[in-house]
């Protein structure tokens, strides 16, 4: 397997315009995703930029960036349409899509999708954490997948992904985290689909894929990372990395 990450980012969020150049102590938002990616150390790392200035943000970091239509319908053609630029020789099999607005994203968990896809038959992997809190069971904000597991739960197939409450009955509930890992062809196979009915009716794009009978596999972490889709999550975001900065500062210091 040759992997690599793309991220796809657009200025025009719905909920939070410019996100992706959000300042978070100095460095913008779309930069600190791309270095988390390239911690993973995976294979290389791409924005798919709808917008010269988030591409104009990861060159000046030093890293690597391809101009996307901004009128491309989701993230998902954006990634698509950047590697088609990017890798004409096809050279990777495996394309990972990572959220642009993950700032506080746990390396590991680039590479366990990655392992994910590697140890099954699936199209796509994706990952999943149980719910801690109970309030997000029924919070149509938070999705998720009803999963088919192994004999010991790090590893599973997708039966369906829901903003309701599922499955019912006593068990743990899982939250899904947007982090994708196809196979090429699959990719190519996954835009070239027209939105499917359920994917309509939840806002799920993955629905598409469950349902035109691709497989998606679910590997189990332990914690969903942070992100940003509001002024309220970008001021989390701030404290955290402020508190770190000044963790690490006091760890630094030398006692007398």
Known sequence: MNPIV???????????????LADIAGTPMIVRVWRQARAAGIGPV????AEAEIAHAIENAGG?????DPALPSGTDRVFAALEK?????????????????????????????????ASAADIATLAAPVV????VDNPNVVKPVIAWNADGSLGRALNF???????????VFHHIGIYAFRRVALARFVALAPSPLEQREKLEQLRA????????????????????????????????????ESSSHGSTSSP
Request: a negative charge.
């Open 6 to 20: 793309i991220i796809p980012a657009r200025m025009a969020s719905t909920r939070l315009p410019g996100k992706p």
């Open 46 to 49: 791409l924005v798919a930029a």
């Open 64 to 68: 690597a960036a391809v101009l996307t």
């Open 86 to 118: 990017f890798d004409v020789k096809c050279a990777h099999d495996v394309i990972v899509n990572l959220q642009g607005d993950l700032p506080l994203l746990d390396p590991a968990q680039l590479r366990i999708v990655v392992e994910a896809l590697a």
């Open 133 to 136: 809190d109970e309030a997000d």
């Open 162 to 172: 829901t903003r309701a409450r599922a499955p019912y009955g006593p068990g743990a």
């Open 210 to 245: 469950l349902e035109a009978g691709m497989s998606i596999a679910v590997a189990r972490v332990d914690k969903v990372p942070l992100s940003v889709d509001t002024e309220s999550d970008l001021a989390r975001v701030r404290e955290v990395v402020a508190r770190d900065a």
